[in-house]
């Protein structure tokens, strides 16, 4: 059973939160004003966001074999993760012996209204994915829920022949939805929660919170749309 304290360590799901993990107290934290009262708790705080952020990029770059990537961010939840894994993937190109070429290109796949996916992908906006043909592409997301999303957007991908694809997601959920799909670098597996935090959003809100925190019933009413 997944999070289930008896299963050996498994490195590929990243940092595993179990379903009994309480949070942190909100009052622990420093958050927006306006967002008080439509909160649960801190699911996983900013600081160490960042740290296990600094050491997936060093699990890419040594995986990857420092070679020139092509880093397709998915839009919007996932530009605040991307943007601090390419800074630390700069940092370890520029402390290496190889320059590791890297540009970045955006793609937004929209798929849930309120906290409910709808059940189809719409992918919005982006440059023509034929300029990934040959390229290494590393696909930056910011949740994996029932992986459909992200198989979609790889069949879109791979129609045009990439030389390599991977997948880094910030987040896993733990769904009983799930079809199986693994991305290949994961910051933290987590419970069936819906976060917001960290660019993660509820109908646009939340995107200024640092901290990956559990949204209330309040706060889904107050921006239901």
């Known amino acids: 059973m997944a999070g289930s304290s008896e299963e050996a360590p498994d490195y590929g799901r990243g940092v595993v939160i179990m379903d009994d993990w309480p949070g942190y107290d909100l009052d622990l934290f420093t958050y927006p004003q306006h967002y008080y009262g ?3 708790y801190v699911l996983i705080p900013h600081g160490i966001i960042v740290d296990r952020t600094e050491r997936l990029a060093k ?3 040594k995986d990857i074999g420092y070679c020139d990537i092509m880093i397709l961010c998915v839009l919007k939840g996932g530009y605040k993760f991307c943007a601090d894994l390419v800074e630390h993937l700069k940092n370890i190109s520029r402390n290496s ?4 070429s890297m540009k970045v290109d955006f793609i937004r796949l929209k798929s849930y209204r309120n906290d409910q996916s709808m059940g189809e992908m719409q992918i919005i906006g982006g440059e023509d994915l034929s300029t990934l043909a040959g390229k290494n592409v590393l696909i930056v997301e910011d949740v994996v829920g029932t992986g459909k999303t992200m198989r979609a957007l790889l069949s879109s991908i791979e129609k045009y022949k990439p030389n ?3 997948v880094a997601s910030l987040l896993v959920k733990r769904t009983p939805r799930s079809d199986g ?3 290949d670098y994961v910051g933290f597996e987590i419970p069936n929660l819906f976060v917001v935090g960290y660019a993660l959003d ?3 809100y939340f995107r200024d919170l640092n901290h990956i925190c559990v949204i209330n019933e309040h706060g889904k009413e107050k921006y239901r749309v």
């Open 59 to 61: 699990d890419i770059m």
């Open 164 to 166: 390599m694809v991977k």
């Open 202 to 204: 509820y109908n646009e």
């Open 181 to 183: 799909f693994r991305p």
């Open 38 to 40: 439509d909160l649960e």
């Open 97 to 100: 012996d190889r320059f590791v």
